[in-house]
């Protein structure tokens, strides 16, 4: 099974410069901004998401480092959810305020590429995504993502380059084993292709999706021996 990252609450290993901050924010002011109203859970209590963030701004000035911090984890959580769910615009919005208040969440940069590539606008999850695989290279899941937004832009080599060194990173990555398996069949190197499937479906026997790619890539390859 593939390595677990951290939680999207969780923030950096290393903290960005103030350089990458600058950058990372300047991105996403250039982007179109969602600002619809959104009643959030913090602490049990409901309120209005300009007043969760505004308490936890109000921590944070204060020296309350731990309670903004749980805050800040509960809203990256609620993102998450409604992220899984297809509720991308209320994701998007708690995604973005909460980098732009502590760009040390960086995961939510990284999330936010997610979002856009989910929305067919691979060459913006481009620009994300590589913001935050500045900051942290070796995350593993960021370049498995950058992978998919390079392949959505028919840039398969990159693709590929993206996905090796995903597995790289964690061996154990069976997402990035699939992704890299079909990106050889769009290329038509079956011999690569058959491969990465096998890897995929011997790290998780019951991939369905890896296994059936598996099976027509064999029969592909067989076609031309």
């Known amino acids: 099974m593939a390595k677990k990252t951290r939680k ?3 923030p950096l290993r290393r903290a960005p410069s ?19 109203p959104l009643a959030v859970v913090i602490n049990g209590r409901t309120l209005a998401l300009t007043q969760a963030m505004a308490t936890a701004e109000q921590l944070f000035k204060a020296g309350e480092y731990q309670a903004t911090g749980l805050i800040y984890q509960q809203l990256l959580e609620q993102a998450a959810e409604w992220h899984r769910a297809g509720r991308l615009d209320n994701a998007e919005t708690v995604y973005r305020q909460v980098f732009e208040a502590h760009p040390g969440y960086i995961d939510a940069l990284h999330l936010l590429g997610v979002i856009y590539s989910q929305r067919g606008d691979h060459a913006t999850s481009e620009r994300l995504i590589r913001q935050a695989i500045h900051v942290n290279p070796e995350e593993d899941t960021y ?3 950058l992978g998919k937004a390079l392949q959505g832009q028919g840039r398969l080599e990159e ?7 995903t597995v790289e990173l964690n061996p154990e990555h069976v997402l990035a084993w699939n992704n890299l398996g079909k990106v050889h069949t769009e290329l038509g190197q079956w011999d690569e292709a058959v491969a990465a499937f096998r890897r995929a479906t011997a790290l998780r026997p019951d991939f369905n999706e890896a296994r059936h790619n598996l ?3 064999l029969q592909q390859q067989s076609n031309f021996l």
């Open 159 to 165: 693709a590929a380059d993206s996905y090796r060194r």
């Open 18 to 36: 103030l350089a990458e901050r600058t950058a990372a924010v300047s991105l996403l002011e250039s982007l179109t901004r969602s600002n619809q």
């Open 8 to 10: 999207s609450g969780s």
């Open 143 to 145: 370049q498995n993502n």
């Open 215 to 217: 099976e027509d890539a």
